[in-house]
C-alpha cells in the first residue's frame, strides 16, 4: 500500500480536526452518513472536494470513460435516437474528469443543443472545461456548468458513478431483531463505529423491508440519499429520460443473508480498503447501489421505467464489438489496448456484470436499442 506524502497527510490531518469538531457538537455521535459526507464532500478538504487527482491511473480508481473512449462512443448511439425527441440538452451528474462529457460531445456534437454538467467542486469544473475545450474545442461552447439542480429538465439526465458516491445510512439488526443506527465517535481521539438504537422511521422501514431473516447479527447499507436524488430529478424532469450507470445489485442480492457486512468500501491507489478511518479524505468512500430501490424510486415519482440490465448486455446492444473493429488492424498496438479496454468493460468477472444500466423515460416514445435484449427487470 502506497504511503500518503507528508504533504497529504497534513491535508487528511485538517479534515480529521473538523470532523472531530463536528462530532464533539454532536455528543460524541454523529450518524456514518453525515461522517461518509464530511469524508467526501467537507469544503476545501473532502475528498471529492479537495484538489488531488482522483480518477484515472495516476488517481484511486478508474471509471469506463477513462478506459477508452469507445464507451462513450457506445453510448453516444442510444443517446442519438433521444436526442431529437427532447430539446436536445444532456445533463451529466458525477462528470468527474469530463471524459465522457468530451467524448460525447465529440461523436454526436450536432445533436446537442447544451451540455450542462452538474458539479459541486470548482477544481473538477476546472479540469472539466480544460480537457473538453482540448478534446471538443468546436462543441466546448454547449457546455454550461452548473453547482445546483435546474429547476426544469427536458432531455438526456446521464450519471455513469454518481449514485455509489452518495452517503450511505449503516443499520445494524441484532440478534433478537432489534435494529442499531451505526455511527461514528471518538475513543480515544481515534475513530470508531459507534451504535445506537434506531428511532428513525424511514431507516426501520427500509431496514424490514430489505434486511434478510437470520439468526446472526446483520450490518448493511440503506440508501435513503440515492431515493430522494431520484425522486427530486423525477420531478422537475418534464420531458425526457434519465440512465444510470453503476455497480451493484437488486435487493435480493444486496441483502443477501451471506452478505452480513454490507458492500462499504475505500479505493485508495487502486487499492480496496475495508477501514473507513483509514486514508480519510484521501479514499474513496463507496457502497454498492441497490437498483431495487432506485427503480421504486423513479416508478414512485411517476416515470416509466425503460430498462434494467447489466453493462455488458447493454454495451454489446449498442455494438461496442463493431465500433471497436473500426479502431484498425487486430494486430496493432491501437486495437490490441483498445480491445483489452472493451474486454475489461463487458466481461462479467471484470465490470461487464457487476455494473448495471438502469433507464427512466417520461414521454419518450422510442425502441430502446441498449436495452433490447438482456433486460432483467423482472429480479427488482
Known sequence: MPLPSP???QFSLKLQTLIAEKIGKHGNWIPFSRFMELVLYAPQYGYYTGGSHKI???????TAPTLTSLFAQTLAR????LLSQTAGNIYEFGAGTGQLAADLLGSISDGISRYYIIEISPELAARQKNLIQARAPEASQK???????PEAFDGIIIGNEVLDAMPVEIVRKNEGGSFEHVGVCLDNDRFTYSARPLHDLQLSALASLYFPQTDYPYTSELHPQQYAFIRTLASRLEHGCMIFIDYGFDAAQYYH????QGTLIGHYRHHIIHNPFDFIGLADLTAHVNF?????A???AGLDLIGYLPQSHFLLNLGITELLAQTGKTDSAAYICEAAAVQKLIDQHEMGELFKVIAFGKNIGID???FRFGDICHKL
Open 368 to 370: 430502446w436499442a441498449g
Open 78 to 81: 442510444q443517446l442519438q435516437e
Open 56 to 62: 484515472g491511473n495516476t488517481g484511486d480508481f478508474i
Open 257 to 260: 443473508p451471506q452478505r452480513n
Open 7 to 9: 504533504e497529504a497527510r
Open 143 to 149: 457546455v454550461v456548468h452548473l453547482t445546483a439542480l
Open 292 to 296: 431495487t430501490d432506485i427503480a421504486q
Open 298 to 300: 423513479g416508478t414512485d
